[in-house]
């Protein structure tokens, strides 16, 4: 066989030699196991016993490490490290183990004997060693590495578990102090208890006050409402009502009288209803249920009927003390209502009442009447005809309006007694001459016993006065003037609007000077004349002696002109006069001291004029005027009047002024047309307070013309609405009457003490038609 044979068949047999039996792709050559698919040099070694990769190796790095524990306590020895694909017996996976032939020897062993030379936890020290110099020995310390760990010590914010406790900075001395908010209503429970200590924020459920009252309530904290829900709410230790603050609580109040008010005074308050309480309060008085703030008020019954603070009672004059009615219709008693003082000298003051058209004597001429009532007046409700009077006194002549005018004069004649006198505007003759409507005025004196005198009309006058010409119209004024001589005498003031000294109507006063010798005479031979200065002023119509105004000693006048119109037409004025006056002065009323002028046209200041007395107390007297057609507060009519002080330096203080400027006290009207002012009493005290009191008529006031009268007690000051102000409110009896046309401090008629208010409604009804009443109010009752 040739070379190039052999060589081919050697080469087929190679090739025939190289298979792979278990197709792992690696052929006998390659494949150290060609019967095992997962032998093979790609394969992944895993812990089998098997050298899966063929690198020559069998299980090299999958084997766990493991030390053999022969004494059984679960840390091997170091030295006994070894390989196994599972944990063989007796080998453990933690090693350590310092003397694995004694169990008491390990990592985790305890060296509480600090007496003990073993190093029993295999640490290289012994316990009783105390490395980091705390004062601990290993055995008692969690860390003898760090001298801020160990047993006992103070947990601080450092990051480290300083009392061995196994918490980190936990109740930390440096940190802040937190409370558990149990209710989270954001303030903690002040139980230490519950304390805790943090070296951040507070932990969750935890806050820094620990004010809570109860923190198990949400609605129990410092600064809660306090409300009905049976807790301390806002901490004040006062639970539902016993708290002032509760919100939701109801204010009861007893209604015993179950008059729909509750007793004000008795406020309870509860979070639930009470029987026989309710809501409302108010009532002044709960035994009774006609006393309630719906009542109106009503004087001379003794009770608070409103409850007001501020009393404002009202009198249907029905149920006056006293009222005399006229006795026939169309008599127009109460034309005049007047203070008398003690006339009869019985220790009780006295008063008149006049009626201009009374026929008091039947003769069928109307001449009219002036009726003198004498004290003590009972009261209790009477009512009486002004026939039973004490004396009824009759006019001269036919129609000629004797009683139009009446009023007490004071000692006039200088008997010690005081006298009276009346004025008849319309009267028409004297003795000789006969003039028509001239006018006259009597002076009656008062004596010891005249109620048993027999006086019975005007021929029993201590004097007489009477106009000079024809429709002077005088007597329609007649006042006290006190004494402005000062002789010691009262004067006599008169009045005639019809006079023609200052022009056509000017009108004039005349006053005559009192005396012993005093004596019929015509007022052109009064002792002073003083005229209108203008054409139609009218004056004569109203005025009165005030007291001592400028504080000199010496009596002064007031003398109301409502008709004068230098600050508008009939804007009015009063004209001041100051004692002392003397005989023979004949001029026109400007040339009076002062002068006061209404504000604006229409307001017929001076429709009145009273005395005051010293209101506030400053030694001056002072004096009220009346302007019944002041439009200041009700409207066109309503009505006002005006306190004017006294002072010494009154003519620079007041001398061509405006009435409603700088006055110590203005009192409006409240209603249009109510007139208020038309009558002004004043300089008394009604009420036993020692203050000087005020009734103001309005004849036009009330829904139906009724007429109103009002009572202020003193003292009085500012601006007041006299519907508001008022103590006291009297109402005519029935629809027209004109109740309060005339009003009147009669005096002490009931030996009370105290002054009596007296008023007038000249067409009141309770007798006959318009044949008028006079009414008598003691007290209000209140």
């Known amino acids: 066989m040739n070379r190039s044979t052999l060589l081919l068949i050697c080469l087929a047999l190679s090739t025939a030699c190289k298979t792979d039996a278990d197709n792992d792709g690696f052929d006998s050559k390659a494949d150290c196991d060609d019967d095992d698919p997962n032998v093979n040099p790609d394969a992944v070694e895993i812990c089998d016993a098997v050298d899966n990769d063929c690198d020559g190796e069998t299980d090299e790095g999958v084997r766990d490490v493991y030390f053999r524990d022969l004494d059984g306590d679960g840390y091997g020895d170091e030295a006994s490290m070894d390989e196994f694909c599972s944990q063989p017996p007796d080998y453990v996976t933690i090693a350590g183990d310092c003397n694995d032939t004694d169990a008491d020897f390990n990592p985790g062993a305890s060296e509480i004997d600090c007496g003990d030379p073993n190093d029993y936890n295999c640490d290289g020290s012994v316990g009783y060693a105390d490395v980091d110099a705390d004062g601990l020995p290993a055995c008692q310390d969690c860390n003898d590495g760090d001298p801020d760990v160990y047993y006992g010590a103070n947990e601080t914010c450092d990051g ?32 230490e208890v519950y304390a805790v200590y943090s070296c951040g924020d507070a932990p969750d459920g935890y806050v820094a006050d620990n004010t809570d009252c109860n923190d198990l309530a949400a609605t129990a904290y410092p600064g809660a409402d306090e409300v009905c829900d049976g807790i301390d709410n806002d901490c004040n230790d006062l639970v539902d009502v016993e708290d002032d603050n509760v919100l939701d609580a109801g204010f009861f109040y007893p209604d015993a009288d179950e008059d729909g ?9 509860a979070c639930v209803d009470l029987d026989g309480f309710i809501e409302v309060g108010g009532d002044c008085d709960d035994t009774r249920a006609e006393v309630n703030p719906d009542q109106t008020e009503v004087c001379n019954n003794g009770l608070n009927d409103d409850c007001a603070e501020i009393i404002t009672c009202t009198l249907d004059l029905a149920s006056a003390d006293a009222t005399w009615t006229g006795s026939d219709a169309d008599d127009k008693l109460g034309s005049s209502l007047a203070p008398a003082g003690d006339l009869n000298q019985d220790g009780y003051d006295d008063f008149l009442i006049g009626a201009e058209a009374a026929d008091a004597d039947g003769d069928g001429e109307d001449e009219g009447a002036v009726y003198v009532v004498f004290g003590p007046v009972t009261g209790g409700g009477i009512t009486t005809s002004v026939d039973d009077a004490g004396l009824v006194l009759s006019g001269a002549d036919e129609n000629g309006r004797f009683g139009l005018d009446v009023n007490g004069l004071g000692d006039v004649n200088d008997d010690g007694i005081p006298d009276f006198a009346s004025g008849a505007s319309n009267h028409s003759e004297h003795e000789t001459l006969t003039r028509n409507a001239n006018g006259a005025v009597w002076v009656f004196f008062g004596e010891s016993g005249l109620e048993t005198s027999g006086m019975d009309g005007v021929d029993d006058a201590g004097v007489w006065f009477y106009g000079d010409r024809s ?7 007649v006042a006290g003037a006190g004494d402005l001589n000062n002789d010691g005498v009262a004067d006599i003031l008169l009045g005639s ?38 054409t139609n002023d009218r004056v004569g119509f109203v005025g009165t002696g005030v007291g001592d105004i400028d504080n000199d000693g010496i009596d002064d006048l007031v003398l109301g002109t409502p008709y004068v119109s230098e600050n508008g037409s009939n804007a009015g004025a009063a004209y001041i006069a100051l004692g002392p006056l003397s005989a023979g002065n004949v001029a026109g009323v400007s040339s009076t001291d002062a002068v006061i002028y209404g504000g604006s046209a229409g307001d017929l200041a001076g429709a009145s004029i009273s005395v005051a007395g010293d209101m506030d107390g400053d030694g001056y007297d002072d004096f009220y005027v009346g302007a019944t057609g002041d439009n200041t507060l009700g409207g066109a009519g309503s009505g006002g009047v005006f306190l004017v002080s006294g002072s010494a330096a009154i003519v620079s203080d007041y001398d061509e002024s405006d009435l409603d400027l700088s006055r110590a006290a203005l009192i409006y009207g409240a209603g249009s047309e109510d007139a208020l002012g038309g009558a002004v009493a004043g300089g008394e005290d009604f009420n036993g307070d020692g203050e000087l009191d005020l009734v103001i008529g309005g004849a036009a006031a009330g829904s139906q013309g009724e007429g109103r009268s009002y009572v202020l007690y003193g003292p009085i000051s500012g601006t007041i609405d006299v519907e508001v102000g008022a103590v006291a409110i009297f109402e005519g009896v029935d629809v027209d009457d004109g109740a309060g046309g005339e009003v009147a401090l009669l005096g002490d008629i009931d030996g009370s003490g105290l002054s009596s208010i007296g008023l007038a409604a000249t067409s009141a009804n309770q007798s006959a038609t318009d044949a008028g009443s006079a009414y008598v109010v003691s007290s209000i009752g209140l």
């Open 497 to 534: 609007t019809g006079d023609d000294d200052g022009g056509s109507q000017s009108g004039a006063f005349y006053i005559m000077f009192g005396g012993s010798t005093l004596s019929d005479r015509s007022v052109a031979d009064a002792d002073i004349l003083l005229y209108g200065d203008t």
């Open 471 to 477: 429709y002077d119209w005088m007597g329609g004024l």
């Open 160 to 191: 480290k578990d300083n009392d061995c406790d196994g918490e980190v900075d936990d109740n930390p001395i440096d940190g802040s102090t937190f409370y558990i908010d149990h209710d989270a209503d954001g303030f903690g429970s002040p139980d």
């Open 261 to 269: 008010f509750g007793e004000e005074d008795a406020l309870t308050k």
